[in-house]
């Protein structure tokens, strides 16, 4: 199975903060990396899709880059509604994995 | 507009069964692949598996075979998860997701509310 690893396993930022979250997969997916926002008790939401695709509806402050091994998903200015735990998951290979996640806070 | 609406949570004992369902409206059902996704608590998300409700192929997560089987019902736009010989570690909320395409890139755009599944002896 492809092992996804996400950095940092947890974080804290102030509204205004740009945030980076990173992703790595354990060989190489090309761009087929999706991410998803999560908050308590909710369903996940699509952001982003094959790396750096942003799904109707997402605010654009929402980015993702990378392939191959490495990617990144950057919040341009943290929003109060953008406290969350977010997943990256490839779609290169089933299983579909996902990484551990990322936890946002509030600094 | 698309929506995934999935049935109510269940309490079951280990060694039991236990089917969700997950119907869909919105959409044309046979155009979209569905999966399946569980979380236990405080833990992250765990793919389960795929199936296509045009021909009703599937794939499983390895962990899950010959434990899981995932059906669907075009006639009700309904997909069905069943898992058997449930164990403590099956404790979770399980998802169902419209699994889109595009190109070439499969991902997950719409998701059901989820069904909490709790194992108690």
């Known amino acids: 199975d492809i092992q996804m690893t996400q950095s940092p396993s947890s974080l804290s930022a102030s509204v205004g903060d740009r945030v980076t979250i990173t992703c790595r997969a354990s060989?190489?997916?090309?761009?087929?990396l999706n991410w998803y926002q999560q908050k308590p008790g909710k369903a996940p939401n699509l952001l982003i899709y094959?790396?750096?695709s942003l799904q109707s509806g997402v605010p654009s402050r929402f980015s993702g880059s990378g392939s191959g091994t490495d990617f990144t998903l950057t919040i341009s200015s943290l929003q109060r509604e953008d406290f969350a735990t977010y997943y990256c998951?490839?779609?290169?290979?089933?299983?579909?994995?996902f990484g551990q996640g990322t936890k946002v806070e509030i600094k | 507009q698309v929506q995934l609406v999935q049935s109510g949570a269940e309490v079951r004992k280990p060694g039991a069964s236990v089917k969700v369902s997950c119907k869909a409206s919105?959409?044309?059902?046979?155009?979209?692949?569905i999966s399946w996704v569980r979380q236990a608590p405080g833990q992250g998300l765990e793919w389960m598996g795929w199936?296509?409700?045009?021909?009703?192929?599937?794939i499983y997560a390895e962990s899950l075979q010959g434990r899981v089987t995932m059906t669907t019902d075009t006639s009700t736009s309904t997909a069905y998860m069943e898992l058997r010989s449930l164990r403590s570690d099956d404790t979770a909320v399980y998802y169902c997701?419209?699994?889109?395409?595009?190109?070439?890139?499969?991902?997950?755009?719409?998701w059901g509310q989820g069904t909490r599944v709790i194992l108690s002896s």
């Open positions: 998951q490839q779609s290169d290979t089933t299983p579909w994995t």
């Open positions: 060989q190489s997916i090309s761009s087929y």
């Open positions: 094959a790396a750096s």
């Open positions: 919105g959409y044309t059902f046979t155009s979209y692949g």
């Open positions: 199936i296509s409700p045009y021909n009703g192929n599937t």
């Open positions: 997701a419209r699994s889109a395409k595009y190109q070439v890139f499969y991902y997950s755009d719409y």
